[in-house]
């Protein structure tokens, strides 16, 4: 039982291409998110949603378009992709907002090449 | 801007010595210090915590200490094994109007060798 899921695993796509990458949970967290891993390794958030809220949206461009139909699912929409689009992107997830103490549970990556 | 550094890349310790993971961070707002550690093709998984409030916390052979004056934390592992061959990821968080957002550092490649 994966606790948090994350699909496609890869993803090579064209410049321009609209691609979505989705995200589920089962651990009945309340509070999902959205991070890019760029080439320089770093873990950026780019969103978050609490049951369902936007919370967080960092600055991220616009192309990008975080959709949650319910609390345990939060995908996310990318327009007309770009080249520098190409990064690993990881879900987690957490019961209630990510409090020092409480634990967030990542996805296992979504690779998108960008060609 | 980094906030959350990690300035050492790569680490290879050998099997039973000490593995001493440093990170530095920029923010003295940051109340909550997290270690992650992630495998090839996983996700990040979270390995212990520290509140600024305190400067030792100790799990099982992980052991992370709090220097606030300097804003430095290191994150010990003794004896360190080679299943602890990972990527270690320091971060930091601090509470902004009503949620946390948790900024992580670039990451250091931990090599237990046998």
Known sequence: DTAVSQTPKYLVTQMGNDKSIKCEQNLGHDTMYWYKQDSKKFLKIMFSYNNKELIINETVPNRFSPKSPDKAHLNLHINSLELGDSAVYFCASSLGSWVGNTEAFFGQGTRLTVV | ?114
């Open chain 2, 1 to 114: 801007d980094q906030q959350v550094k990690q300035n050492s890349p790569s680490l290879s310790v050998q099997e039973g010595r000490i593995s001493i993971l440093n990170c530095d961070y920029t923010n003295s707002m940051f109340d909550y210090f997290l270690w992650y550690k992630k495998y090839p093709a996983e996700g990040p998984t979270f390995l212990i915590s520290i509140s600024s409030i305190k400067d030792k916390n100790e799990d099982g052979r992980f052991t992370v200490f709090l220097n606030k004056s300097a804003k430095h934390l290191s994150l010990h592992i003794v004896p360190s094994q080679p299943g602890d061959s990972a990527v270690y990821f320091c971060a930091a968080s601090h509470k902004k109007t009503s949620y946390d957002k948790v900024i992580f550092g670039p990451g250091t490649s931990l090599s237990v060798i046998p």
